[in-house]
């Protein structure tokens, strides 16, 4: 059996190899966190359009299915297209008070200029996803296009001591701040060698068979492999409770996460960052 676990797979679908492990929680998780979000700031119609690929068409359909509310419109478009008129005509047909846009950054750049030039913005309130906060989004937008938008991203829980810690190591050895795409990568390779550590053999099936069980809450909080190995001396698996520095792991049966995200919104045309959400 080969087992690998990976720092940044999000495809929903990815949900049905369960010896694809992974760090980084999937699409599904995210689409729910969204339609959480959403549902929470009183909006019970919303308008979806979500760029045609892999991406995008998994994280609407579970949206689509997460909703408390009715979804109204939830169509596809193409990457690299000049202009969106037309969905964002169609979205405007609806009674839809939320628009989300899963899409890229190029895309919604260009979304978010056409729906400022016909006054869109003023009558609904704009949701994305980490595709959609962006330094060259603001660049590239009118002052005010944006003031409604709010969404929610990856994050790593900023106040936790391990993962301050991991900050300050990373940037000492690199010179600059980790994303938490790279702690995601920490927390793979630490969760891979306190499996190996656990297994009774260095194979993939003794590896996977104790995978989960080293970062379930159960055991005893760990914060790093040297913790976990002094646990494992005298127990096993199940007495060890990795915590990443990404936040919880809490490997389910299909070898997913539990989903962290930082909400996030446009103020004065700055992005601003508050409150956190799981799913």
Do not use: C
């Amino acid at each position: 059996d080969t087992v690998q676990i990976s720092q940044n797979s999000t495809s929903s679908e990815l949900s049905e190899y369960p010896e694809l492990l992974r760090m980084s929680p999937s699409g599904a998780e995210k689409a729910a966190a969204l339609a959480d979000v959403i549902s929470e700031d009183g909006h019970d119609t919303v308008a979806v359009t979500y760029i045609n690929n892999d991406y995008g068409a998994p994280l609407a359909e579970v949206f689509e299915e997460e909703f408390d509310g009715e979804v109204a419109y939830n169509s596809p478009h193409d990457q690299g297209q000049s202009s969106y008129r037309g969905q964002l005509t169609e979205m405007a047909d609806t009674d839809a008070s939320a628009w989300l846009f899963l899409t890229y950054a190029d895309e919604f750049t260009v979304m978010v200029n056409e729906a400022y030039d016909q006054g869109y913005d003023e009558a609904v309130e704009y949701y994305g996803a980490e595709s959609t906060v962006a330094e060259e989004i603001l660049k590239d937008t009118e002052e005010g296009s944006q003031e409604s938008l709010k969404g929610i991203t990856e994050s790593a829980p900023q106040d936790q001591e391990s993962y301050q810690q991991f900050i300050e190591d990373f940037e000492s050895e690199f010179g600059q701040t980790p994303t938490v795409w790279a702690a995601y990568a920490y927390d793979a390779v630490t969760a891979a060698a306190i499996a190996v550590e656990a297994a009774d053999e260095v194979s993939g099936s003794a590896i996977d068979s104790v995978v989960r069980d080293v970062t379930r809450p159960d055991g005893e909080a760990v914060y790093s492999f040297e913790e976990a190995k002094e646990l494992l001396q005298d127990g096993d698996a199940s007495d060890v409770n990795y915590e990443g520095v990404s936040g919880p792991v809490d490997l389910d049966e299909n070898g997913d996460p539990p989903g962290f995200y930082q909400i996030y919104s446009v103020e004065d045309h700055e992005y601003e960052y508050g409150d956190y959400v799981t799913s």
